[in-house]
């Protein structure tokens, strides 16, 4: 197996896993009043959902409901297509959950290969005003990532390996600024 169908299996792994498990909606406690719409999502039981990001479906249905909640798989869209379903929702004046990534280094770049990026609709070329961040928090995976590299740190303090030290500073700025973190935010185009 080469390099590039490995990193597409995993890619393909990684996105196919949100299927196989429950989604965790207590965030959504505080609306139990409003009529949601589940964008992204497929398999939701007693919920109203549309499982692609095709805009005309959702233009179809907007109208009937409160609040949209889009799915973090979002992620691995076109810069074209998230525009055009932000803005279908402020024309439309519904309120969106948007579900993403932010990481220090604005990663806002255009999808043609339908992989992973963080995407943080607050930053350029978005730059969506009028929100509130209902969670901001880093990945439980990313914890390990940090343990490892502590690891390196206090090892590389007693050998006092230059080539390690290397390894591990460059390693560090890396998950610093690359790495994302969770970020759900609520924008409001409608007083609720």
Known sequence: MN???????????????????????????????KKILYIGYSNL?????IREYDIQKIKNQIKNYDLLVINKNI???SRKLINDLLNLCKLSKK??????????????????N???????????????????????????????IY???LLFFLYNSFTKDEYIYKITTILF???????????????KNEKY
């Not at 992973?116 to 439980?140: M, Q, W």
Request: proline share 3%; with cysteine; charged share 25%.
């Open 45 to 49: 039981e007693n919920k109203n959902f």
């Open 147 to 149: 343990i490892i590299l």
């Open 75 to 77: 992620c691995y869209e």
């Open 173 to 187: 700025l890396f998950f610093v600024f690359i790495i994302p973190l969770k970020k759900r935010i609520l924008v």
């Open 114 to 144: 339908k992989m992973f990026r963080p995407i943080d609709i607050t930053k350029y070329p978005f730059s969506i005003e009028n929100n509130t961040i209902l969670e901001l928090s880093f990945l439980k995976k990313i914890y390990l």
């Open 3 to 33: 390099l590039v169908n490995f990193i597409d299996k995993f890619n393909n792994n990684f996105r196919n896993n949100d299927k196989k498990r429950e989604y965790n909606f207590d965030y959504l406690k505080k609306f139990t009043d």
């Open 95 to 112: 309120n969106v959950i948007f579900n993403g990534y932010t990481c220090l280094i604005n990663l806002n770049i255009d999808n043609y």
